[in-house]
């Protein structure tokens, strides 16, 4: 079936402008997760999703940075007024919790770049 | 929290055995991730490791030691294809959301 998808592959944007990002994880799965990964860095945890629970936010670096999940499907992370630090490429990865081992499915990831 | 430490960069030969090793700080454990990252792309899930020993899947093995903090990827017979960043991710009892190292960047040479 499907991995997980995320568009845009790619986004330039300038300086204070707003962008949205958009996650399709695999379907069934009821966890999803947002990462940033800079140049050279380790993936940053965001924000996680687990079915209708209330996300855990505790990895979002400011507030001008949000997520939401719509029907437990499709994500979008949104930042508001981009700065030139916000350029990174943004991972969203899924799972289904199997016999303890969560497996998390990576989408290709968006690339941002904040002029 | 935890604190993750793996060796920045290694270098090894086409059909040679290379170990990467991974160790961690936690005040509780729930799992132990290894995952293949090559440039430009998404990670991909290599092996977990809840329970002390090793586990092997073809070329590759994960080995835990949890009252030593300690992990490594043993990759056999390397090929070229095998170049790439290697991650190591800890989950914290009680959370399921692994913290990542920064990767070690294996370098295959003929």
């Known amino acids: 079936g499907a991995g997980v998808s995320q568009s845009p592959s790619n986004k330039v944007t300038e300086k204070g402008k707003d962008v949205e990002l958009r996650c399709d994880p695999i379907?069934?799965?009821?966890?999803l997760y947002w990462y940033r990964q800079s140049l050279g860095q380790g993936l940053e945890f965001l924000i996680y999703?687990?079915?209708?629970?209330?996300?855990?936010k505790s990895g979002l670096p400011s507030d001008r940075f949000s997520a939401e999940r719509t029907g437990g499907s499709v994500s979008t992370l949104t930042i508001q007024r981009t700065q030139q630090e916000d350029s990174a490429v943004y991972l969203c990865?899924?799972?289904?919790?199997?016999?303890?081992?969560?497996?998390?499915?990576f989408g290709p990831g968006t690339r941002l770049l904040v002029l | 929290g935890q604190n993750i430490d793996q060796p920045t960069e290694m270098t090894a030969t086409e059909g040679a055995i290379v170990q990467i090793n991974c160790t961690y700080q936690?005040?509780?454990?729930?799992?132990l991730f290894w995952y293949q990252q090559h440039a430009g792309e998404a990670p991909t899930f290599l092996s977990y490791?809840?329970?002390?020993g090793l586990e092997e899947k073809g070329r590759f093995s994960s080995f835990l030691s949890r009252s030593k903090g300690y992990s490594y990827l043993l990759l056999k017979e390397l090929q070229m294809k095998d170049s790439a960043s290697y991650l190591c991710?800890?989950?914290?009892?009680?959370?399921?959301?692994?913290?990542f190292g920064r990767g070690t960047s294996l370098i295959v040479h003929p």
């Open positions: 990865a899924s799972s289904l919790l199997a016999g303890g081992q969560e497996t998390q499915y």
């Open positions: 379907s069934g799965h009821t966890a």
């Open positions: 999703f687990q079915g209708n629970s209330a996300p855990d």
């Open positions: 936690t005040s509780g454990f729930n799992g």
């Open positions: 490791n809840v329970l002390d």
């Open positions: 991710a800890v989950r914290d009892r009680g959370s399921y959301i692994p913290t």
